[in-house]
């Protein structure tokens, strides 16, 4: 009897840097997958339901040029960015004339076929096998950067540190390039376009050509968290890359809040640390319905945050209120 | 209509046998009419006389069936609302369409032209003219909104405003424009006499210092009367009488219509 309410929680994870570390890296990864986000619905009323795809594609592209195609890894980054907005090109402007709800199916999809034609053109992605050895010259600079570490008097450091590092540093650049973009004409049009397109057009503005450029800044950030995504799992399978990312995506930018772009590192680094904590708790139930339990706990706090705070932890509650 | 024709008259704005249908319904149907430079004209006519339709039509927000808008002597049919309101001709709405979530001063100086910081390129390349447009911008955004006794609410997000306000702020907006023709849809409704006046009496003013046209919807035909040089009459999609106010009101054209309509209504 007492053996069905073990519960128990341990806390040595929490004092454990490797925890940290590997919490940091995705909270990171998803600071800049979801500033994609903040820029779409935050600040131009795009509702962007496939940014897994983005992410993708900069991915698998990164991937796909240094492996099959032999390509320096420093050219294959910006190549894959390339790739992203092209394909964000492709999909938004027809897309983009749709109704706000008609775009987010068509932004899903778009999604849907990236991952399916990754898990299908075998040739090239490796297909659920797997794509490898696109880390090599990333495994380098990891190590140099370890070498500093040493030198700086750290022994041994933990071996996801550089990446964590370098993940931040991108993360916290692109969220000040960002808001200092936002505060600038440029990103007055986009919010007016946000507000009203109709009322933005009959005061000159091509809005179109704004929601393009928004969803094409949106689409290289996904790239961006790709490749970060990438170099962390060091191999690449399509079911890294189901619609439930562009999700987990949303949760953090509710919890950050809406038109905040400072708010989504604060939200990724709680979203994934209590998604990475509840991991140590353990039930006496099967580990697949452990992990369903997690997102249920992630989703009750989803909900009390909604119910007490619905602008999340940063946004503005009057922006939320006068939207419509 | 050449377009030393267009001149000669002094029309700015030529609409010809307008067409425009929704399912079966000729919303407009053969409206023809032409806009004198620097005049305040009135657009009125009961309801669903398509004066709504003629104005969304006329600002490239519909595209029409058949028949030509001619701007300062070019053909603009079909032109997207973007590109009509960068050559000067501006709009405002009905129902107003304030961007609630920011800020007042925001939604002025969204509609300043020239601004080399709303493309990404300028902002790269040449945030010192953005700045210093900005600074521009921002001045005469609040003297704009000092004249519609708005600066106290500056601050504050456009969604706050009462309706009054709203209609005031939707004229300040689309004056920073710099429109040399403003077609304004009901800019009277729903705000009070006193307001209407201050209203009316800017329209005059910039009529006056800056040779603007207006051309402006209204339904309560009385209200247009001290208002406006020449009041053109809708009824059904086509325009049914064109003149004085005074001509107008005694059209035997104009009584039917507004009769017609009260008892169909």
Known sequence: MTELFRFAVTLEAFTDLGFWTGVGVLAGTYTLFTLGLQINVGYSGILNFGQVGFMALGAYAMGILVVEAGWSFWLALPASILVAVLFGLVVGLPALRLRADYLAIATLAAAEIVRLTARNARDLTGGNQGLFGFDGTWADISETIEGWLESAGWDNPESLFPLFLVVWIVALLATAALAALQRTPWGRVLRAVREDEDAARALGKSTLAYKLQSLSIAAALGAIAGWFLALNLSFLTPQAFEPLITFLGYGVLVLGGLANYWGIAIGSIIFWTVQEATRFIELPISAEKEAAVRFMIVGLLLILLMAFRPQGMFGKREEMALGD | MTEAAAAANGAILKVDGLVKSFG????????????????????????????????????????????????????????????LARRGMVRTFQITKALAAMPVIDNVMLAAPNQPGERLLGVILRPRASHRREREVREEAVELLDLFGLARLADAYAGTLSGGQRKLLELARALMTQPRVLLLDEPMAGINRTLGATLLEHIERLREERGMTFLYIEHDMEVVMGHSDRVIVMAQGRVIADGLPDKVRRDQRVIDAYLGSESAG
């Not at chain 2, 409206?31 to 004198?36: F, I, M, Q």
């Not at chain 2, 009135?42 to 006329?58: D, H, M, S, Y």
Request: glycine fraction near 16%; avoid cysteine.
């Open chain 2, 24 to 83: 079966g319904i000729q919303a407009v149907d053969g409206a023809t009419l032409d806009v004198k430079r620097g005049s305040i004209t009135a657009l009125i006519g009961p309801n669903g006389a398509g004066k709504t339709t003629l104005f969304n039509v006329v600002t490239g927000f519909y595209r029409p069936e058949r028949g030509s808008v001619v701007l300062e002597g070019s053909e603009v049919a079909g032109a997207p609302p973007q590109a």
